[in-house]
């Protein structure tokens, strides 16, 4: 009897240590470039702290929020403060999603298509730009800055949602074409000049540093508006599981790395 006493209390102890050393998995939904990239190098710091992180690749910027409001994620890394704001905005209070890492801002850019150079724009010629509210808002503002176009007086990046249809003056009448984030660049052969956020550019082989006619200044309000943030639910704003994230994203380690790495040149800039 104290041998059957004694074995089932090593069972209870075995089971208890090997519950208290389990590792708790944290899936994040990312766009490939640089969110997903930056991500896989915190695996390993993560598993050090007791957590293995599950990456989702999405292509498309509509689909993660709602499945991290679902629970299908954990958590999501691909977007700014005014594109979570309107996906607030659209949904009642249970699905909506609070912004917990700031990690880096990625400069709009803009890009040559079939023509060259800025200096060579000419009447009706087309520019591209990202359909979705925010961002149509963030490409127009450019486009503004550029001297190209004329938006109205006081336009608020943070909470303002423009489309073509705001724009004031269009002296050169240029065609503004609406097309997916995750479009533009393949719109490239067809528009004359394109506005792309940099993990897209990134992702084609562009590099926004090199290739870039005009970008955002990351000095600007642009740089902390636009800062791309990791998003979890309300509820888990304040978990441990967020704690290690955030403190493995904002590390040395992660810092170094966006600003040494080649193809991020002036196209990922880290904001911690």
Not at 64 to 73: F, I, Q, R, V, Y
Not at 85 to 94: E, I, K
Not at 162 to 168: A, E, G, N, R, Y
Not at 216 to 224: L, P, R, V
Request: with cysteine.
């Amino acid at each position: 009897m104290k041998k059957l006493l004694a074995l089932v209390l090593s069972l209870a102890l075995a089971l208890l240590c090997t519950s208290a050393f389990a590792t708790q998995t944290i899936v994040i939904g990312a766009t490939t470039t640089p969110h997903a990239e930056i991500l896989e190098l915190i695996k390993d710091d993560l598993a050090a702290l007791g957590y293995e992180l599950d990456i989702q690749i999405f292509t498309e910027y509509p689909i993660p929020n709602p499945a991290t409001a679902s629970g299908d994620l954990d958590a999501n890394y691909f977007q700014h403060i005014p594109y979570l704001t309107a996906y607030n905005n659209g949904v009642d209070a249970s699905q909506q999603l609070v912004a917990a890492i700031p990690v880096h801002y990625e400069p709009y850019g803009i890009y040559a298509g079939t023509k060259a150079s800025l200096a060579d724009i000419a009447p009706g010629d087309s520019i591209a730009v990202t359909n979705d509210p925010s961002n149509e808002t963030r490409a127009l503002n450019l486009l503004a800055e550029a001297g190209l176009i004329t938006l109205p007086e006081n336009v608020d990046l943070l909470s303002d949602s423009l489309t073509k249809l705001d724009i004031v003056e269009n002296p050169l009448n240029l065609e503004i074409v609406e097309v997916n984030a995750e479009l533009l660049t393949s719109t490239l052969q067809d528009v004359s000049f394109a506005v792309i956020n940099g993990n897209f550019a990134i992702s084609a082989g562009l590099k926004p540093g090199e290739d870039a006619l005009l970008l955002e200044d990351a000095s600007g309000q642009a740089g902390i508006i636009y800062t791309n943030y990791v998003v979890v639910r309300t509820a888990d704003e304040n978990a441990p599981w967020v704690d290690a994230l955030r403190s493995t994203l904002t590390s040395d380690k992660v810092r170094t790395y966006i600003l040494e790495h080649e193809a991020y040149a002036k196209g990922v800039i880290p904001v911690f």
